[in-house]
């Protein structure tokens, strides 16, 4: 994997996810409200769809920094789907000192 450049959140990226995660929900309360009495599991389907989206947008978008050995590194969108999170901290395990600790999220800056 090539070296990641990653740099703290800033307001506006707060405000994107705010964003992205509203209209997402908007969209499943839409789709529940036009859909769901008739068709609940195409509902379900559609909230499945919304969820692995935002999963892979946040694996895609974000990294982390290994306070013990200041690895730079990316987890996958199922790592990131299955660890714990805490809103801008996630318990990951780092690959190169094989140590789990809560780390702080930080955005990927597209070269």
Known sequence: MPDLEL????????????????ALCLAIVGLGFWLGRSFPAL?????VVALALLVRWRA?????????????FAISAWA???????LTMKYVKCPSCKRRTWMQA??????
């Open 60 to 72: 895609a978008t974000t990294g982390y920094r290994c306070p013990d050995c200041s690895h730079e």
């Open 7 to 22: 740099r703290p959140p800033r307001p506006a990226d707060w405000l994107r996810t705010a964003a992205l995660i509203a």
């Open 80 to 86: 990131d789907f299955l660890s714990l999170n805490m």
């Open 106 to 111: 930080l955005i990927r800056v597209k070269s």
């Open 43 to 47: 509902t379900l389907a559609g909230v």
